[in-house]
């Protein structure tokens, strides 16, 4: 059955207005799956904020120390909390998590699967830091450091900045691509063998049950534990999903936060003669 939503295909918005290069072009798949995610964020931030006015539970007691980690986040970074900064860190990191996690839906490819979505986080980071920048020193005091040590490593200075974008962007963007590559290989590895994958399905949780139900093996310790075994190797595939997909995902959120973070604080890193001033 084909899933005609699901397909990639790309959408030209602007293409009557004469703009119809690949840079006004929109994935089709990248924008669905950007709003799933920003739609399921929007669900468990109600959730949240539901949980810690009225409920006590294991969500309230995790969105405590999660909040309780980026308060400490940026009072270790800038010496005293910030809301602004926290504001936007914790969206960086919450919105790049569930486009990470989106993935391990059936038929989903991640958003930041796309180099698009990751060269937008990316940008957005070094655009705030530059602003936040502004507002603490001043135009002139900001970019006047841009000139340092000598006015003529200006463009030099100004291309290590932009970098900063890019490097962000083609971390997340490769490490997601790379589990993904990686998950794929094996889903074609075992789909070379699906006949013997689906009996071999059917004998091991048939025995697991039945040794379950009635208690036997147990005097055998060595089947039993063969059958463990082959209990296991049949949760391979979710094993690297769940890897892939959750654990990895978290990772690159988190890094992609504090180096957004680490490029924040040192753009808005005063000085001591601006302490002095």
């Not at 919105?95 to 989106?102: A, E, G, Y």
């Not at 790379?178 to 994958?197: D, P, Q, R």
């Not at 049949?234 to 973070?261: C, H, K």
């Amino acid at each position: 059955m084909n899933i005609h939503i699901f397909e990639s295909e790309v959408w030209r918005p602007f293409a009557w207005f004469g703009f119809t290069s690949s840079f006004w072009e929109l994935y089709s798949v990248t924008l669905l799956t950007t709003w799933l995610a920003m739609f399921l964020l929007f669900l468990f931030i109600l959730a949240v904020r539901w949980y810690l006015q009225y409920g006590v539970g294991r969500l309230t007691f995790i969105a405590r120390k999660l909040i309780e980690a980026f308060v400490g986040l940026i009072e270790e970074s800038f010496g005293t909390f910030k809301y602004r900064y926290f504001s936007f860190i914790a969206s960086l990191f919450l919105f790049t998590l569930f486009c990470n996690l989106v993935g391990l839906l059936p038929f989903i490819i991640e958003p930041t699967h796309n180099l698009n979505t990751t060269l937008a986080l990316g940008v957005t980071s070094f655009l705030y830091s530059q602003i936040q920048g502004i507002k603490v020193h001043g135009f002139v005091g900001h970019f006047k450091e841009y000139f340092q040590p000598f006015f003529l490593l200006f463009p030099l200075n100004i291309v290590g900045e932009s970098v900063k974008a890019v490097s962000m962007s083609f971390r997340l963007f490769g490490n997601i691509l790379g589990g993904s590559i990686i998950l794929t290989m094996v889903i074609e590895a075992i789909g070379n063998f699906k006949e013997f994958f689906v009996l071999y399905t059917i004998v091991v949780l048939g025995m697991s049950y039945f040794v379950s139900k009635f208690g036997l093996l147990r005097r055998f310790v060595l089947a039993e534990k063969l059958l463990k075994v082959a209990t296991v190797l049949l949760l391979f595939l979710p094993y690297v999903q769940m890897f892939f997909g959750l654990f990895e995902g978290i990772v690159q959120a988190f890094v992609i936060t504090i180096l957004s973070l680490t490029y924040l604080s040192m753009a808005t890193q005063v000085t001591h003669e601006e302490e002095v001033h």
